[in-house]
């Protein structure tokens, strides 16, 4: 094995004695290249010092860390259970802890969310220097309450032509920081 990703939900959610147990297993029962990326997707508010040093000691060598916006209220309105200042706590936490290669995923087209909200929001992570960044539009699901408070009319989806104008803002901004475009909504330092 040389790619392992946790995630598709919030793996962060275990405490130091779960992770060790999944990487023990994980290691009994895979062999696992010693160049292998290992990547843990991460919620702030989930995070602690001692969890970001156990999965260290563990062997995962990337995060993927789940912000979404820098501003709080709209951190609240979407239901992150995180503020602002927690998360930049926890990056500023696993960098001490040695991690080199961390994501931060954003999403832009929130409900109320301003063109101006979304460059602060590129700003603040691009001077940050993660190795990569995911820049995704709101894309509402069934069964969830973001879903819900729509179809109660209690906020407007943005129109296409400002989603496309957010979009497309991103790829010239990330670019001109250095990250390139390499899927629709990934954009990495080289190397």
């Known amino acids: 094995v040389d790619t392992i990703f946790f995630g598709g939900g919030t793996p962060s959610i275990l405490n130091e004695k779960e992770i060790e147990f999944l990487f023990e297993n994980l290691k009994r029962n895979f062999n696992i290249k010693n160049n292998a990326e290992i990547t843990m997707e991460c919620n702030p508010g989930t995070l602690t010092l001692n969890k970001l040093k156990t999965m260290k000691k563990c062997g995962v060598n990337r995060l993927s860390i789940g912000l979404q916006a820098v501003q709080n209220n709209h951190l609240e309105y979407i239901g992150r259970i995180h503020t602002y200042e927690e998360f930049e706590k926890n990056y500023n936490q696993a960098r001490e802890v040695g ?20 460059i602060e929001s590129l700003e603040k ?8 960044i995911s820049a995704y539009s709101l894309i509402l699901e ?8 729509y179809e109660r009319n ?20 990330l670019k001109s920081h250095g990250y390139n475009q390499y899927e629709i909504s990934n954009y990495a330092k080289d190397g």
């Open 99 to 118: 991690f080199e290669n961390i994501n931060i995923d954003l999403m832009y087209a929130l409900p109320n969310q301003k063109r101006e909200d979304w």
């Open 125 to 132: 992570i691009v001077n940050l220097n993660p190795e990569h």
């Open 142 to 149: 069934e069964n969830t309450e973001l879903f819900n408070m």
């Open 154 to 173: 209690e906020f407007k989806l943005l129109d296409e032509d400002t989603d496309i104008e957010m979009y497309e803002y991103t790829i010239n901004y």
